[in-house]
Structures are given as structure tokens and as C-alpha cells.
């Protein structure tokens, strides 16, 4: 396993600020890193709204169609 120069200086700054061996400093950080709960967080919730737009339409494709009909409109004219 190859560490990152900082990590590698954390671990150094920890084993001398407490005395102990290499092996010592990182089982603990290890333990401590894989051991800590993730805090819980609220549950996300959709606050549903009264739109005129059934769902399933896509909205920002309105343009591209109102478009498409326009260039038919165009192509049914010429001929």
C-alpha cells in the first residue's frame, strides 16, 4: 500500500504526539474511520404541485415540437 505524502505526515505527527508505534496509529485511525456512523439525515420529499401539464410531457420539448409543426406547415405550403 502506497500512502499520500500528507497522509504519511498525519500518520508521523500522530505517532510521535502519542507515543506509539505505526501499526498502533493506523489500526486506530482505520477503526475509527470504518466504525463511524454516517449522521442520519432527513428523508428527501417531493412536495407534489397542481400543474397544468400531465405528467410525462416534456415540458422544455414544447419548443422543438411547436417548431416541427411550423416547419410541416412550411413543407405542406410549398407544394
Sequence with gaps: MTLD???A????DAQH???KSLKQVVNEALRRGLTESVPERPAYRV???H????P???VT??????DELEDD???AGRS
Design 5 to 7: 505524502d500528507d497522509v
Design 61 to 66: 420539448a414544447l419548443n422543438r415540437l411547436a
Design 73 to 75: 406547415g412550411l413543407i
Design 51 to 54: 400543474s397544468a401539464v400531465r
Design 9 to 12: 505526515r498525519l500518520l508521523s
Design 56 to 58: 410525462g410531457i416534456d
Design 47 to 49: 412536495r407534489p404541485h
Design 17 to 19: 504526539r502519542e507515543r
